[in-house]
C-alpha cells in the first residue's frame, strides 16, 4: 500500500512577485493546466486513484490545500505544521500517524514538475518493491546539465531495474564540478522524493535523531482535530530540531538506494525554470497574459492584467502583478530571495500576500485605499458563509453585483439581490452567505480610522476561526 506524504511547507521566494508567503508556489498554476500541487495530486492518483494523501503544510495554507483536494474530489488528511521544522519532522509526523499500517510513505514536494507521468510511475513502482524489502529509496534524476541549484547523488552498484547503492550524496556544486558530474554519467541529481516504510523511518530516526523522533512522538500524542485538520501539539513540535531527510537519517545510512528517472524533471526553484519549463516562441521568449515582445529574445514576460510591452530585451525576466513589477535578468533571477529579505526588512506588505486574498469562503481584493477609505471586491463560493462578527474602527457599505447575498445586519435579516446594497455601521454585529448556485460578487467600502485586516472580532464561524 502506498501513502503520498505531500509536503506543501515551502514559500517559493525566488518566485516573487508571484508566489509569496501567504500564497506559495505550489499553490500557483505556473504552467497551464492544473496548480503544482494539483499536478503532484494527479501523478499519486494516477498510481492508486484511491489514495488518500497526507498533506504537511502551514498553518497559513490550510484552506488552499484543502480547496485543492476538494477540487480534485480527493480525501486526505491535512497536517498543520505549528512551524516550519523542515522535511525530517514533517516526514516523522506522517509516520507516526500511519505507523499501525505501515504503508510505503512516498514523501514528496509539493513544487515539482514531471510531465512524464508513466516514467514517474514506472520509477515509482520500482522504488516501491525495494522500500517493501526494507529498503530506503531515493529517486534520482538522470542529469542533463550542469546544475548548481541542485544536489547530487553518486551512484554505486547497480542492483537491477534501474535501482543503484548511493555511494555518496554531494551538496550544491560550483558549475565546473557539476560539469564534470553530469560527464561522467555517475551522479543524478537528488529530487527530494523519498519511498521507505513508516516502521523503517522510525526506526531510522530512533537510531540517527532520537531527539526528532521524540518531540514529533509527543506532538502527536497530544495532537488535536480541528474540522478537517490534524494540530500537532505546539510546544512539542517547537521543541522539535529543524533537520531535513537527507541530513537526518539518509547521509548516516549504509544501505541507501536510489532509483533513477529518466525524464524531464524540475523543482521550479526560480524564473530562469520556469521559462525553461514554458512554450517558447520562435524567439525563445515565454509569455503569459497581455504582452507584446518586440525584438526581445529568450525572455521570460508575464502580465497579470496590464500590459507588458518590452523592446531588445535579451534573457530578461518581467513578471506584473498589480501591486509590484519585477525586472531583472535570467542569470540573476536567482538571486530574487535576496529583494525579498530586503522587502521584510522595509516591512513591505508586497513581501507577505498579493492584492487579492484567498479565504476559506473565497477571496477578496484590495481594488483601492486612501485616507479612511478603502474598497474590496469580494467573492464568495455557493453555500459559503463569512464569520458572524463586528468591527471596532470602521463601518461598511455591500454592493451586489452579481449573484444573491444573505445578509445579517444587527437584528435585521436581508436578502439583496443584484445592484441592492446595506450600510453597515461601526460595531453592528453581521454575517454574509451566498445562499446561490453560483458566485456571489459584491463590492465593499469601508470608512474609519483604521482599516487593517486585524479589526475582526467573530463570534461564531462554520471554518473555526475564532481567533481575534
Known amino acids: 500500500m502506498l501513502c503520498p506524504v505531500i509536503l506543501c511547507g515551502g514559500k517559493g521566494s525566488r518566485l516573487w512577485p508571484m508566489s509569496r508567503e501567504l500564497y506559495p508556489k505550489q499553490f ?7 496548480t503544482l500541487f494539483e499536478a503532484t495530486l494527479d501523478r499519486m492518483t494516477a498510481l492508486d486513484p484511491g489514495c488518500q494523501p497526507i498533506v504537511i503544510c502551514n498553518e497559513a ?6 480547496e485543492q483536494l476538494r477540487s480534485k474530489n480527493i480525501t ?18 506522517a509516520a507516526l500517524m500511519t505507523q499501525e499500517d505501515d504503508p510505503i510513505l512516498v514523501v514528496m514536494p509539493a513544487d515539482h514538475r514531471i510531465p512524464d507521468t508513466q516514467a514517474f510511475a514506472q520509477a515509482i513502482a520500482q522504488a516501491a518493491s525495494a522500500a517493501r524489502q526494507g529498503d530506503l529509496v531515493c529517486l534520482g534524476i538522470a542529469a542533463r546539465s550542469p546544475e548548481t541549484g541542485y544536489g547530487y ?5 547497480s542492483q537491477g531495474n534501474d535501482v543503484f547503492n548511493v555511494k555518496a550524496f554531494v551538496e550544491k556544486p560550483d558549475s565546473n564540478t557539476a560539469r564534470d558530474y553530469v560527464e561522467s554519467g555517475q551522479y543524478l541529481w537528488n529530487s527530494g522524493i523519498f519511498l521507505f516504510t513508516a516502521s523503517r523511518y522510525l526506526k531510522a530516526l530512533e537510531t540517527h535523531c532520537p531527539d526528532i523522533l521524540k518531540a514529533c512522538r509527543d506532538a502527536m500524542e497530544s495532537s488535536a482535530p480541528d474540522m478537517d485538520f490534524i494540530r500537532p501539539e505546539r510546544e512539542a513540535f517547537m521543541n522539535c530540531p529543524s533537520n531535513s531527510i537527507d541530513y537526518a537519517v539518509l547521509e548516516k545510512e549504509k544501505n541507501l538506494k536510489v532509483v533513477e528517472l529518466d525524464t524531464a524533471w524540475s523543482d521550479l526553484g526560480a524564473w530562469e525554470a520556469v521559462h525553461e519549463n514554458g512554450e517558447q516562441d520562435a524567439n525563445g521568449n515565454v509569455t503569459v497574459g497581455d504582452v507584446v515582445a518586440q525584438d526581445s529574445n529568450g525572455c521570460y514576460l508575464h502580465s497579470t492584467g496590464r500590459l507588458v510591452a518590452t523592446v531588445g530585451l535579451e534573457k530578461a525576466v518581467v513578471v506584473e502583478t498589480p501591486d509590484a513589477v519585477l525586472v531583472t535578468t535570467m542569470n540573476a533571477a ?12 522595509r516591512h513591505r506588505p508586497e513581501a507577505l500576500g498579493h492584492t487579492t486574498d484567498y479565504r476559506p469562503w473565497g477571496n477578496f481584493t484590495n481594488i483601492i485605499k486612501g485616507d479612511q477609505f478603502k474598497v474590496k471586491r469580494i467573492v464568495v463560493k455557493p453555500g459559503a458563509s463569512l464569520s458572524r462578527q463586528m468591527h471596532y474602527h470602521r463601518a461598511e457599505h455591500w454592493v451586489v453585483v452579481r449573484g444573491s447575498a444573505q445578509v445579517t445586519n444587527g437584528d435585521t435579516e436581508l436578502l439583496l439581490a443584484e445592484s441592492q446594497s446595506t450600510y453597515i455601521p461601526l460595531g453592528t454585529v453581521h454575517r ?22 486585524d479589526d475582526i472580532v467573530r463570534f461564531e464561524d462554520i471554518y473555526g476561526r475564532l481567533d481575534t
Open 334 to 345: 536567482q538571486n530574487v530571495k535576496g529583494m525579498i529579505d530586503e522587502l521584510v526588512r
Open 153 to 157: 547523488l553518486l551512484k554505486g552498484e
Open 76 to 93: 486526505g488528511r491535512i497536517v498543520l505544521e505549528p512551524t516550519g521544522r523542515n522535511t525530517a519532522p514533517a516526514a516523522a509526523l
Open 432 to 453: 454574509l452567505t451566498n445562499p446561490g448556485k453560483i458566485d456571489l460578487e459584491l463590492i465593499e467600502i469601508q470608512t474609519g480610522p483604521y482599516l487593517e485586516e
Open 61 to 66: 495554507h490550510r484552506f488552499l490545500a484543502a
Open 28 to 34: 500557483m498554476e505556473f504552467l497551464p493546466g492544473a
